[in-house]
C-alpha cells in the first residue's frame, strides 16, 4: 500500500496519476484552510479593557489549531517600541498631536507587516489588535484591505459593566510593561483615565446605516449578547460560532490518559486491552484525587475504548462517552509494537519519523485527521465548566497543544505520560499548568523526536513536577496602544 | 473481560474499583459496566447527551416571514443529528378548528370570536407539546405560530416554567417587500386555506391578514426582553441578534439558523463510478474504477458540462474511487475525509457470503437494527451521521455543490435531505452511475434521478424480508436515549406511532438462521 505522508490522491503509478498530481499537490492540505481563498483581516474594535487582546489571541490559537495560520498584530507592541516608556495617560489624550502622529504611524507599520505575513509568510488571517474606536481609523483599514484584495472581518467588544472592566484592569494591566512598578491603585487611576481619553472619540459600528454593509460581530457584555452582521464565509462562521461558545467563568480542565493497560504492558500500539493491575491502581489513586480536590460539578468524560471507560468507572462519578475521544487509529498497524511496526512496514516507520504530525497510517489516521476529529470536543470544552478528559496519548497531545498553544511540529512529542494528571487552569492571556504524578509506576509509551531539534522552542510542560505557567510568545500581558 | 463470578452475590462484595468488568453491547460494540451500581444509566451512545431539560423553539413574527420554513429545516436537521424533535403549527390547529377558512377578517384583531378560538388553539398545542415531551420521549418541540404579542409569549412563558422546559425565541424580521411576495408565491398560494381562490384574490387577501398582525405586533425588545434566550433573523440572513445561549443544543441551533440560506441553488449527489472490488461484491477497501467505472466517470463529466452549473463545487473522499471520478469531470475538486464510506472495521474488503461464513451473528445483528449496528473495530450508521455533520453545515452554506461519494454516505446525505428516519436511512436505494439532483423548493426538497446510461452491478440489499407487511414499517427499537427519527407528521394528533417491539421471528434477522436465508438479500456479483 502507498505511504500516505499527505493527502494521498490514492493514484500510483499510471499515467493518469502523473498528471493529476500536480493538480492535487496544488491543493492546500488543510481540510480548513482550503475554505478560506483570499486572506482575512480580523480588526478588533473597542475601548481598552475589553477583552480584545484576551478574544485575539484566543481566536489565533483556535485557528492555528484547526491548521489555518493566523498571527497577531498588537498595536500597543508597536507603539511600546516607538516610544520607549510610558509617562502616563495624557499620551493618550486626543488632543495630544505628536503623540497621535506617533500612534498613526504605528499602524501603518502594523499594517505593512500584515502584508508581508500574507503574502510572502502564507499567512491567511491576521487578527488586528488595537482598540480602532473611531471611523477614521477604520476607515485606514478598508482602504488598505481594498488596496490588497483582503477580506475583512470586524470583532467589536461593547462592555458597560464596572465589575468586568476593573476586573480586566486588575489581571492583565496591572502586570503590563507600561506600568513596572505595578502599583495596584496607581495603575487604576491611570488606566481609568486612558479610557477616558478613548471614549471622548469612540465611534461604535453602526449596524443600520454607517457600518451595515461591513462584515462584523459585536460581543456584548463579556458574551451575553452578539450581533452578526454579512457573515462572508466558510471561516467568518466559525470565528462567530467559537466567539459565541467562549466564556471567561474560572475553570479548571483535568487531562489524563487512561490507566496502564495491557497493550501497553507489551508495547503495543493501539488496540482495544483493558486495564493492568497498576492500571487498576491509577484508576482508584484517581478516585481518591478527584475527592481531595473537591470539585463540584465534575463533568467526566472518556473515549468508547475499554480502558478509559474502566478508568472512569472507578471513579464512582457519572460519565459520558465519545467516539471522537477515541485514541488515532494505527490501521494497519495497530496491535503491533514498534519492533513489529519496524520489520513489517520499515518504509512507513521512516515515513513516520519524518513528518509524524502529516503522516497517516495506512488505513488509519493522522494527527492532522485527530485534530479535526476532536473539534467538537474542543468546542464543547470551551463551553463547559470543570471537566476531566479520561483518553488516550496522542488525543492527549492534541488537545494539551490546543490549550498550550504548541505548534504541528512540536504536538506529536508532547509528553504525556502514563498515571499522569494535567491542570489547565486559564489565567490571564494563557493557561496554567499543573502537573500530578498519581504514584503508580507504569511503563513509558513515549518516543522522543528521532533528531536532536537545533532550534530550541519545545517547552515540556511535563518535564518539572511544580506549578508552572506556559510560556507563550508574547510574555508581556499588552495593553492596546 | 474480567471474570465476573455468576454469583452476583460475592461480586458485589467486591470494592467498587475493582468491579472494572465491562461488558460489549453487542448490536452498537458499547462498553457498560457488567453489574448496574448504583450509577448505572444507559451511557452508551456515540455522542454524549447535552440536552437535560427539554427545549421549546419559539418563533416570532409575521406571517410570510419564513417561520414555517424555518421550523420544518431546523426539525430535519435536529431530527438527523439525533434530537427528537417535532413541529407544532398552529395554523393546522386553527384548520382543524374551523373547517373552512373564509377571509383575512378573521384575523382582525377585533373579531372576538375569533380570538378565542385562536387562542384555544395555541392552548392545544403547549399541551401536546407537553405530552411530546412526557410520554413520546421528545427533546425539542418548535411552537411555529406568529406569537407577535407580549401577551401570547407570557403565556408560552409561563407553560414552560410550570414544566421545567427551557425555551429559545427565533424571532424572523423582515422588511423586504419583494421577499415577502416570493414567499407568498412559494407557500400561501397553495395552501389550504386559498385552495379554491384566485391567485390574485389570495395574495390581495393575504395581504391584509399581514396588516391585521401588524397592529398588535411588538418584537422582542433589547431591553425589556433582555432576560430571555433568543436570535433575531433580519432579512433572511443579512444579520442576527442572538442574546443570552443557555446551553449546547441552543448554541447549536444557533450555528445552524446562521449558516443556512434561500438563495436557489442545486445539490448533486452521486457515488463514484463502479469499482472493481463493487464488481467482486467486496465491502469497503479502496480500489480503483473497472472500465465501466470509468466510463461513467466520462458520462459524469460529459452531464455535468452539459448542466452548465455557475461556480460548481465538487467534493469527493479520500478514497480512490471518487478521486478517479471527480478527476473525469475536470473542474477542481475538494476531497474531504469525512465523506470516506462507511469502515467496516474487520469485514472490510468481505463479500457479504464471507462475511455470514465468518461472522454470522454479525451479519444478523446488522440486519436486526442496521442504523445502530457498529461493525467490530469499524462504525456504524450513527457514526457515520456524526461524522458527515460538518458537511451538511458545509453544504447549507454552498450553493451548488456536486458530491461524489459511496453508498452508506450518500444514504445519510439523502436522509437528510429528505428527512428521512433512522429506519429508513439504511435502505434508501443509492445505485451506481445514478446522479441524484436536489432542489430546494417550498418546505422540502425536490429529486430528480439521473441515471447516465453505463451498466452497473447491484450493490443494494434490500431489508430482509418478513412475512407481515408492516413488519418493515415498523420503527426499530426506541431506546431511552436520543435516536434520529423524522420530523412527524405535523398533525394535530399527538403521533401515535407504534412503538412497540420488533418481532425478530418475523423478519429474517435472527442470528440462528440459515446462511441461505441470511444471503437472500445479497446482490448478484462476479
Not at chain 1, 145 to 171: G, H, L, Q, R
Amino acid at each position: 500500500m502507498s505511504a500516505c505522508l499527505q493527502r494521498d490522491t490514492g493514484l500510483s503509478g499510471s499515467a493518469e496519476a502523473k498528471r493529476a498530481e500536480p493538480r492535487a499537490n496544488e491543493k492546500k492540505c488543510s481540510w480548513a484552510s482550503y475554505m478560506t481563498n483570499s486572506p482575512t483581516l480580523i480588526v478588533m474594535i473597542g475601548l481598552p479593557a475589553r477583552g480584545k487582546t484576551y478574544m485575539s489571541k484566543k481566536l489565533t490559537r483556535y485557528l492555528n489549531w484547526i491548521g489555518v495560520p493566523t498571527k497577531v498584530f498588537n498595536l500597543g507592541v508597536y507603539r511600546r517600541e516607538a516610544v520607549r516608556s510610558y509617562k502616563s495617560y495624557d499620551f493618550f489624550r486626543h488632543d495630544n498631536e505628536e503623540a497621535m502622529k506617533i500612534r498613526k504611524q504605528c499602524a501603518l507599520v502594523a499594517l505593512q507587516d500584515v502584508k508581508v505575513y500574507f503574502n510572502e509568510e502564507g499567512g491567511q488571517i491576521a487578527v488586528f489588535d488595537a482598540t480602532n474606536t473611531t471611523r477614521e481609523r477604520r476607515d485606514l483599514i478598508l482602504n488598505f484591505v481594498k488596496e490588497n484584495a483582503y477580506k475583512v472581518f470586524f470583532v467589536e467588544s461593547v462592555c458597560d459593566d464596572p465589575d468586568v472592566i476593573a476586573a480586566n484592569i486588575m489581571e492583565v494591566k496591572v502586570s503590563s510593561p507600561d506600568y513596572p512598578e505595578a502599583h495596584r491603585e496607581r495603575v487604576m487611576d491611570d488606566f481609568l483615565k486612558r479610557i477616558e481619553c478613548y471614549k471622548v472619540t469612540y465611534q461604535p459600528l453602526d449596524p443600520e446605516d454607517y457600518d451595515k454593509d461591513l462584515s462584523f460581530i459585536q460581543v456584548m457584555n463579556v458574551g451575553r449578547r452578539f450581533l452578526v452582521n454579512r457573515v462572508q464565509d466558510y471561516i467568518q462562521s466559525k470565528i462567530v460560532y467559537y466567539l459565541m461558545n467562549i466564556h471567561v467563568h474560572s475553570h479548571s480542565i483535568y487531562l489524563c490518559r487512561h490507566g496502564e493497560s495491557d497493550h501497553n504492558l507489551q508495547g503495543r500500539i493501539g488496540g482495544d486491552s483493558e486495564l493492568s493491575p497498576r492500571g487498576k491502581q491509577f484508576a482508584a489513586a484517581l478516585r481518591e484525587f478527584i475527592e481531595e480536590h473537591g470539585l463540584s460539578d465534575l463533568k467526566v468524560w472518556t473515549s468508547q475504548l475499554r480502558r478509559t471507560i474502566q478508568t472512569a468507572e472507578a471513579l464512582g462519578v457519572p460519565y459520558e462517552q465519545w467516539k471522537i475521544l477515541n485514541e488515532i487509529d494505527a490501521g494497519v498497524c495497530e496491535e503491533m509494537t514498534y519492533d513489529m511496526i519496524q520489520s513489517t512496514f520499515p518504509e512507513e516507520f521512516a515515513l513516520r519519523d519524518q513528518d509524524k504530525y502529516h503522516y497517516r497510517y495506512p488505513g488509519g489516521e493522522s494527527y492532522q485527521d485527530l485534530v479535526q476529529r476532536l473539534e467538537p470536543v474542543i468546542m464543547e470544552l470551551e463551553r463547559q465548566g470543570n471537566v476531566l478528559v479520561v483518553c488516550h496519548q496522542a488525543v492527549m497531545r492534541c488537545l494539551l497543544a490546543y490549550f498550550l498553544d504548541k505548534s504541528a511540529d512540536d504536538l506529536p512529542y508532547l509528553k504525556c505520560p502514563l498515571h499522569t494528571v494535567l491542570k489547565l487552569t486559564p489565567v490571564a492571556y494563557g493557561c496554567k499548568v499543573e502537573l500530578f504524578h498519581l504514584n503508580v509506576e507504569a511503563v513509558n509509551t513515549h518516543r522522543d523526536r528521532p533528531l536532536p531539534r537545533v532550534a530550541g522552542g519545545c517547552m515540556n510542560p511535563c518535564v518539572k513536577e511544580s506549578t508552572l505557567t506556559a510560556q507563550k510568545k508574547l510574555l508581556t500581558a499588552s495593553a492596546s496602544e | 473481560m474480567m471474570d465476573a463470578d455468576p454469583d452476583t452475590d460475592r461480586f458485589e462484595e467486591m470494592p467498587d474499583h475493582l468491579q472494572s468488568g465491562l461488558t460489549q453491547n453487542p448490536l452498537e460494540k458499547i462498553w457498560v459496566p457488567w453489574m448496574s451500581s448504583r450509577l448505572s444509566r444507559r451511557r452508551g451512545s456515540s455522542v454524549p447527551q447535552f440536552t437535560n431539560s427539554p427545549t421549546m423553539i419559539v418563533m416570532v413574527g409575521l406571517p410570510a416571514r419564513g417561520k414555517t420554513y424555518i421550523s420544518k429545516k431546523l426539525t430535519r436537521y435536529l431530527n438527523w443529528i439525533g434530537v427528537p424533535t417535532k413541529v407544532f403549527n398552529v395554523g393546522q390547529y386553527r384548520r382543524e378548528a374551523c373547517q373552512s377558512y373564509k377571509n383575512f377578517e378573521f384575523f382582525r384583531p377585533d373579531n372576538e370570536e375569533a380570538m378565542k378560538i385562536r387562542k384555544a388553539c395555541a392552548l392545544s398545542a403547549l399541551k401536546d407539546v407537553s405530552i411530546y415531551f412526557s410520554q413520546d420521549h421528545g427533546q425539542v418541540a418548535v411552537f411555529d405560530a406568529t406569537n407577535t404579542t407580549c401577551e401570547r409569549r407570557e403565556v408560552i412563558l409561563f407553560f414552560a416554567k410550570e414544566n421545567g422546559y427551557k425555551v429559545f425565541f427565533v424571532e424572523s424580521i423582515c422588511d423586504d417587500p419583494e421577499i415577502i411576495a416570493e414567499n407568498i408565491k412559494q407557500v400561501k398560494l397553495s395552501s389550504p386555506d386559498y385552495l379554491n381562490c384566485d391567485k390574485e384574490e389570495a395574495v390581495a387577501d393575504f395581504l391584509k391578514r399581514i396588516e391585521c398582525y401588524k397592529v398588535t405586533y411588538i418584537p422582542l425588545d433589547d431591553d425589556k426582553d433582555r432576560n430571555l434566550s433568543y436570535i433575531k433573523i433580519f432579512n433572511v440572513g443579512s444579520r442576527y441578534l442572538v442574546n443570552r445561549v443557555q446551553d449546547h443544543i441552543q448554541s447549536r441551533i444557533v450555528y445552524y439558523l446562521m449558516n443556512i440560506h434561500v438563495t436557489p441553488r442545486t445539490i448533486y449527489l452521486c457515488r463514484h463510478g463502479e469499482s472493481e472490488l463493487n464488481l467482486v461484491g467486496r465491502i469497503g477497501g479502496d480500489s480503483g474504477l473497472s472500465p465501466r467505472g470509468n466510463k461513467f466517470a466520462a458520462a459524469l463529466g460529459k452531464y455535468i458540462r452539459s448542466q452548465c452549473i455557475p461556480d460548481l463545487r465538487i467534493w469527493t473522499s479520500h478514497m480512490k474511487r471518487t478521486i478517479q471520478t471527480a478527476e473525469a469531470v475536470g473542474v477542481t475538486y475538494e476531497q474531504w475525509k469525512a465523506l470516506n464510506e462507511i469502515d467496516a472495521g474487520v469485514c472490510e474488503e468481505m463479500t457479504y457470503e464471507e462475511i455470514q461464513e465468518n461472522f454470522p451473528e454479525e451479519f444478523a445483528l446488522r440486519d436486526q437494527d442496521k442504523y445502530r449496528y457498529r461493525y467490530p473495530k469499524g462504525e456504524s450508521y450513527e457514526d457515520l451521521v456524526q461524522r458527515l455533520e460538518p458537511v451538511i453545515m458545509e453544504l447549507e452554506r454552498q450553493e451548488n455543490v456536486l458530491v461524489v461519494c459511496h453508498q452508506a454516505v450518500m444514504r445519510c446525505l439523502l436522509a437528510y435531505f429528505l428527512d428521512k428516519s433512522a429506519g429508513e436511512l439504511p435502505y434508501l436505494k443509492c445505485p451506481l452511475h445514478t446522479v441524484l439532483k436536489l432542489t430546494p423548493v417550498a418546505y422540502g426538497c425536490k429529486v430528480e434521478s439521473v441515471f447516465l446510461n453505463v451498466e452497473a452491478v447491484n450493490t443494494h440489499r434490500d431489508r430482509p424480508v418478513c412475512d407481515e407487511p408492516q413488519c418493515s414499517q415498523t420503527p426499530p427499537l426506541r431506546h431511552s436515549r436520543a435516536q434520529p427519527m423524522a420530523s412527524p407528521a405535523p398533525t394535530k394528533a399527538p403521533c401515535l406511532e407504534d412503538l412497540g417491539l420488533t418481532e425478530l421471528s418475523l423478519e429474517n434477522v435472527s442470528v440462528d438462521r440459515d446462511a441461505e436465508d441470511a444471503l437472500v438479500t445479497v446482490p448478484d456479483h462476479i
